[in-house]
């Protein structure tokens, strides 16, 4: 795992750490605010709900793994409506965590990336009207998943909240022990 921790400080996170594996527990409850459509990505997304699966298929899908890593990408925002920099830490995040999740495929194969908010590899999602065009790289969200993101850092050591106009995204990957390629 030092290696990962280590990787996670070169490509440029905020902060990170090794995952609680405890604390990811699928809740319903989590999974239920997609169905309200506040971020309008239910249905529209093949890395959301429901196309990501029951509660019940992710949770099997999280038990296949024994460790992994969390990761945090922090920005100061200049007030409460700073958008721009909102956009610009998710899009930094995200790039970040896609280079993150590539290295840990070459480095130990079957890996589950769970990324903060929707999958955006493609500029348009095909959903629900064709297939994915890469439905191995997608990433559904640590929510998706029906997890409670701010208990998971808190369990992995990890604060969720950096005081006030601060801008944390959260995600992690799950890995096998000893699983190298």
């Known amino acids: 795992m030092d290696n990962i921790l280590q990787l996670a400080r070169e490509i440029g996170f905020s902060h990170f750490s090794e995952l609680n594996m405890d604390a990811l527990i699928v809740r319903e409850d989590i999974r239920d605010m ?8 239910y249905g529209n997304n093949w890395s959301c709900p429901p196309w990501c699966g029951t509660a019940q298929q992710c949770a099997e899908r999280i038990k296949q793994y024994d460790c992994g890593i969390l990761v945090q990408t922090t ?3 200049k007030d409460e409506f700073d958008y ?3 956009r610009e830490t998710e899009k930094k995040h995200k790039a970040l965590f896609m280079t993150l999740a590539r ?11 769970l990324t903060a908010g929707a999958c955006t590899l493609c500029r348009k999602c095909t959903c629900p009207d064709h297939p994915c065009r890469f439905p191995e790289k997608r990433y559904s969200s640590m929510e998706a998943y029906g997890l409670l993101v701010k208990d998971v850092c808190e369990a992995s050591g990890l604060k969720y ?8 995204f959260d995600s992690c990957i799950l890995m096998k022990r000893g699983n190298s390629v």
């Open 103 to 113: 290295q840990i495929r070459l480095l130990h194969g079957n890996c589950l990336p």
């Open 75 to 77: 920005a100061s925002m």
């Open 161 to 168: 909240y950096y005081g006030p106009k601060s801008l944390t």
């Open 84 to 86: 721009e920099t909102v």
């Open 34 to 41: 997609c169905i309200t459509g506040k971020c309008r990505m």
